[in-house]
């Protein structure tokens, strides 16, 4: 352990998720005509659907994967399956996945580079966020062989261990990377990069998709006729036409 990975593994997780929630809210707060996904498809259908639909399957299977894989206690799963296992299982559905979101990534950057009615319309956070997105994903299929050299489930139990200290705020996370690779460490790294540049980016409108579960629990709107105010003593025969 040295000063930079004290501080890459030991502070700069609570600047990314300070920044990631703080920043959001702000946005929300101040920007909420920039709070969208900034849609391409009007300039150019092409391969977006195709692209964005593995990029989405992908990414989102991760993203749920990695929080329950790695928040989940060792304790409540350890009586149904074990380490070992479980990074087997995490290798093969997460190498599926992560190869949905890089071919999906891919021609997504793809179409954001070399189509020319899309690049000029282009931001330079859209551009870097894929790029950034892309780099992660690699990176995530790259750990892989790694995590087949330790299929006692060890190193994904020392990661796992770092992930639930930083969230739980226990001293000593930074020491349970000791023996990690630098694949593993930029991965991570990168993942915590992306929280940190997300409400600054389109990946805002996120936080509307995890809002739309809201309407699964939304009571029914209720719906009543609009009732006519007749004044009081102002019967129905005494207005214009009443009774022909």
Same mark, same amino acid.
């Given at each position: 352990?040295n000063?930079?990975?004290?501080?890459?593994?030991g502070?700069?997780?609570?600047i990314?998720?300070?920044?990631?929630?703080?920043?959001?809210?702000?946005?929300?707060?101040?920007?909420?005509?920039?709070?969208k996904?900034?849609?391409?498809?009007?300039?150019?259908?092409?391969?977006?659907?195709?692209?964005?639909?593995?990029f989405?399957v992908?990414?989102?299977?991760?993203?749920?994967g990695?929080?329950i894989?790695?928040?989940?206690?060792?304790?409540?799963?350890e009586?149904?399956?074990?380490?070992?296992?479980?990074?087997?299982m995490?290798m093969? @559905? #997460?190498?599926l996945?992560?190869?949905?979101?890089?071919?999906?990534?891919?021609?997504?950057l793809h /179409? &954001? %580079?070399?189509? *020319?009615?899309?690049?000029?319309n282009?931001?330079?956070s859209?551009?870097?966020?894929?790029?950034?997105?892309?780099?992660?994903?690699?990176?995530g299929l790259a750990?892989?062989p790694?995590?087949?050299?330790?299929?006692?489930?060890?190193?994904?139990?020392?990661?796992?261990g770092?992930?639930?200290h930083?969230?739980?705020f226990?001293?000593?996370?930074?020491?349970?990377?000791?023996?990690?690779?630098?694949?593993?460490?930029?991965?991570?790294?990168l993942?915590?990069?992306?929280?940190?540049?997300?409400?600054?980016t389109?990946?805002?409108?996120?936080? @509307? #998709?995890?809002?739309?579960?809201?309407?699964?629990?939304?009571?029914?709107?209720?719906?009543?006729? /609009? &009732? %006519?105010?007749? *004044?009081?003593?102002?019967?129905?025969?005494?207005?214009p036409?009443?009774?022909?």
């Open positions: 352990m000063a930079l990975d004290t501080f890459l593994f502070i700069y997780p609570y990314a998720l300070s920044v990631f929630l703080l920043g959001s809210l702000i946005r929300f707060d101040r920007d909420q005509y920039t709070w996904s900034d849609s391409s498809q009007l300039l150019k259908a092409g391969q977006l659907r195709l692209g964005s639909n593995l989405h992908g990414v989102l299977f991760l993203f749920f990695h929080s894989g790695m928040l989940t206690p060792h304790f409540m799963y009586h149904f399956i074990s380490a070992g296992n479980k990074q087997l995490a093969v @559905s #997460g190498g996945a992560g190869l949905l979101g890089f071919v999906g990534v891919t021609i997504l /179409r &954001r %580079l070399f189509e *020319p009615r899309i690049r000029i282009s931001k330079t859209d551009i870097v966020l894929l790029v950034l997105l892309w780099l992660q994903l690699a990176l750990t892989i790694l995590s087949a050299q330790h299929l006692d489930g060890g190193m994904m139990m020392q990661l796992a770092w992930a639930q930083i969230v739980t226990q001293p000593g996370a930074v020491e349970l990377l000791t023996g990690a690779s630098w694949v593993f460490k930029l991965h991570m790294f993942g915590m990069s992306i929280f940190f540049v997300f409400p600054f389109r990946l805002v409108h996120v936080w @509307s #998709g995890f809002g739309t579960v809201a309407y699964l629990v939304r009571p029914y709107q209720v719906v009543r006729a /609009r &009732r %006519l105010n007749v *004044p009081a003593g102002h019967n129905q025969a005494s207005r036409g009443a009774g022909v």
